[in-house]
C-alpha cells in the first residue's frame, strides 16, 4: 500500500509563489513515476506536470508551462512542484500521484495512488 500526503498549499496573491510537497510512503516499486493534478470548482480534475521515476523526463500543461517546476527527491521518497508568478485560475485543489510506470506519465488512468489534495487559492 501506498500513502501519499500534500501540503504547502494556501493563500496567495497573483504574482506569488509557492511550493507543494508531497511526501510517499509505503511500497517504492508503486511510486515510480509521479504527477501532479488539479481540480477546481466545477471543472474536471487536470494535468498538470509529471516526472520520471529518475527525474530525468518531466512534462508540463501548456497553462503552467515556464511559470512551474516538478522535482522529485527519491532519497526522501518526495515529489515537489514549484509554483511562480501565480494567476486567479491555478486556483484550485492540488493532488499528487503516483504510478508503477517508469517514464512520463500524463493520463490519470495509468496512476495507481491519489493523495488527498491540497487547497491553492490565488487571489486577484
Known amino acids: 500500500q501506498v500513502q501519499l500526503v500534500e501540503s504547502g498549499g494556501g493563500l496567495v496573491q497573483a504574482g506569488g509563489s509557492l511550493r507543494l510537497s508531497c511526501a510517499a510512503s509505503?511500497?517504492?516499486?508503486?511510486?515510480?513515476?509521479m504527477g501532479w493534478f488539479r481540480q477546481a470548482p466545477g471543472k474536471e480534475r487536470e494535468f498538470v506536470a509529471a516526472?520520471?521515476?529518475?527525474?530525468?523526463?518531466?512534462d508540463y500543461a501548456d497553462s503552467v508551462k515556464g511559470r512551474f517546476t516538478i522535482s522529485r527527491n527519491n532519497a526522501k521518497n518526495t515529489l515537489y512542484l514549484q509554483m511562480n508568478s501565480l494567476k486567479p485560475e491555478d486556483t484550485a485543489d492540488y493532488y499528487c500521484?503516483?504510478?508503477?510506470?517508469?517514464?512520463?506519465?500524463?493520463?490519470?488512468?495509468?496512476?495507481?495512488?491519489w493523495g488527498q489534495g491540497t487547497q491553492v487559492t490565488v487571489s486577484s
Open positions: 509505503g511500497r517504492a516499486s508503486s511510486t515510480k513515476a
Open positions: 516526472i520520471s521515476w529518475l527525474g530525468g523526463e518531466t
Open positions: 500521484a503516483a504510478s508503477r510506470f517508469v517514464g512520463i506519465v500524463v493520463v490519470q488512468y495509468e496512476y495507481d495512488y
